[in-house]
């Protein structure tokens, strides 16, 4: 069996993410999508609200599976034995963050887990959780960004945090 981790933050999942998630699950027969926990970050979201956010949106694909993690992702890949993770690469200016990453998780886990990258449909290659986040600060429209219900979500979240 294929398996795959499509490791990240996504605080939160935007289209973006999800046009990876999609085209990976054609490619691999099984997929975990796998929110980092991490606790050096201050996130919008809780990890388990972002979990949520991802069963949500992937609630029609039957082989891809929700997950979160802390630590090293190579620990996490070993101990479900997966030997593949998953990224999206949107540009160029990506790209140096990402074969870091990659490099550094092929050395430590002595290549036991590689990478793959997928590139980022172009409609969705100037999209990150991050632009995301300061557009809907500024009360701009998310609605090509992120599912409504993701909307929703994201500006509730903001009234809660501002007390607007
Ligand atoms: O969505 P992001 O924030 O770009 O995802 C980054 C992520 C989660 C893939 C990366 O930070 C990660 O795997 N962190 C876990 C800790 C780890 O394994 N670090 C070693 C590689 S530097």
Not at 41 to 46: A, E, I, Q, V
Not at 114 to 139: H, N
């Amino acid at each position: 069996m294929k398996r795959a981790v499509y490791p990240g933050s996504f605080d939160p999942m935007t289209y973006g993410h999800l046009d990876i998630i999609k085209r990976a699950s054609k490619v691999f027969d099984e997929l975990t999508v796998s929110v980092l926990d991490n606790k050096g970050k201050t996130p919008l979201f809780s990890v388990n609200d972002r979990v949520n956010i991802l069963k949500d949106a992937t609630k029609d694909l039957p082989n891809v599976k929700i997950d979160s993690f802390s630590g090293l992702l190579i620990d996490y890949a070993k101990k479900y034995d997966i030997h593949v993770a998953v990224r999206g690469l949107r540009a160029i200016t990506d790209f140096e963050y990402e074969l870091q990453l990659a490099q550094t998780n092929r050395k430590l886990s002595k290549g036991a887990l590689d990478t793959i990258f997928l590139t980022t449909s172009l409609e969705y290659s100037y999209l990150s959780s991050s632009g995301v986040k300061e557009i809907a600060r500024f009360g701009g429209d998310i609605s090509e960004c992120v599912p409504d219900f993701v909307a929703d979500l994201i500006f509730e979240r903001l009234k809660e945090i501002d007390g607007r």
